[in-house]
Nanobody, 121 residues
Framework: QVQLVESGGGLVQPGGSLRLSCAAS????????IHWFRQAPGKQRELVAW???????NYIDSVKGRFTISRDNAKNTTYLQMNSLKPEDTATYYC???????????????WGQGTLVTVSS
């Protein structure tokens, strides 16, 4: 069974930094594009950033220049470095990826359970 586990959330002051991790585990054959989403209280979930298995990245405008997504394919882990955090970045952050296993080579969508980021003074 494949799963994604996020970590690294917490409470940070405005202007501070956090690094989120998303680790995949299981009988993994391949992971394609990995996405980070966030959902603030009372709001819809929104896509924040994504990275392809070739390392191409993209971001929503509100985080460009502040957030950096990266991945370590050897560790099946992706990271979201968040700098210059603002109160409006407060949300639960989720990762999502298409993962194929050695048993089933089809890419199936897998979500993590989320990690809470709170930006407040």
């Amino acid at each position: 069974q494949v799963q994604l586990v996020e970590s690294g959330g917490g409470l940070v002051q405005p202007g501070g930094s956090l690094r989120l991790s998303c680790a995949a585990s299981g009988n993994i054959f391949s992971i394609n594009t990995i996405h980070w989403f966030r959902q603030a209280p009372g709001k819809q979930r929104e896509l924040v950033a994504w990275i392809t298995n070739g390392g191409l990245t993209n971001y929503i405008d509100s985080v460009k220049g502040r957030f950096t997504i990266s991945r370590d394919n050897a560790k099946n882990t992706t990271y979201l470095q968040m700098n210059s955090l603002k109160p409006e970045d407060t949300a639960t952050y989720y990762c999502k990826a298409g993962i194929a296993t050695y048993v089933d080579r089809r890419y199936l969508e897998v979500w993590g359970q989320g990690t809470l980021v709170t930006v407040s003074s």
